[in-house]
């Protein structure tokens, strides 16, 4: 059984991996190139460091929710060994900060506060 789950895994890593990368690439074009040109063409130009941040911020954000559930899988399904649960606990405690200090700075508040 182990020899069918592994190989998936490990093809199943690959792709969450690789749709991590492509939100994070795909949303820094479209926040450095596609934003401020739909911005500028509306005459909003004041806007465009709030929007770019805004975008950048949200799809790095969303990336490291695809390349988090990665690293667990690979843990998880391929990989188990105190050593890789021990790495995959700094992964996601260093990501996890990452997201509350990035959440902090688009939103200005903790994700458990209420909405202003």
Same mark, same amino acid.
């Given at each position: 059984? &182990?020899? /069918? @789950?592994?190989? #998936?895994?490990?093809?199943?890593?690959? @792709?969450?991996?690789?749709?991590?990368? &492509?939100? /994070?690439t795909g949303f820094a074009f479209y926040a450095l190139i596609v934003e401020p040109a739909v911005l500028l063409k509306k005459g909003k130009a004041e806007e465009i460091f709030y929007q770019i941040r805004q975008r950048l911020g949200r799809g790095i954000l969303l990336g490291l929710e695809f390349l988090v559930a990665a690293d667990i899988i690979h843990t998880v399904a391929?990989?188990?060994? #105190?050593?890789? @649960?021990?790495?995959?606990?700094? /992964?996601? &405690?260093?990501? %996890?900060?990452?997201? #509350? %200090?990035?959440? @902090? =700075? &688009? %939103?200005?508040?903790?994700?458990?506060? =209420?909405?202003?």
């Amino acid at each position: 059984m &182990l020899e /069918i @789950v592994k190989p #998936f895994a490990e093809w199943s890593v690959t @792709v969450i991996e690789v749709i991590g990368i &492509l939100i /994070i690439t795909g949303f820094a074009f479209y926040a450095l190139i596609v934003e401020p040109a739909v911005l500028l063409k509306k005459g909003k130009a004041e806007e465009i460091f709030y929007q770019i941040r805004q975008r950048l911020g949200r799809g790095i954000l969303l990336g490291l929710e695809f390349l988090v559930a990665a690293d667990i899988i690979h843990t998880v399904a391929v990989d188990l060994t #105190f050593k890789t @649960v021990g790495i995959l606990a700094i /992964i996601v &405690l260093i990501r %996890t900060f990452l997201s #509350f %200090t990035l959440e @902090v =700075e &688009l %939103t200005g508040r903790w994700p458990w506060q =209420e909405k202003k």
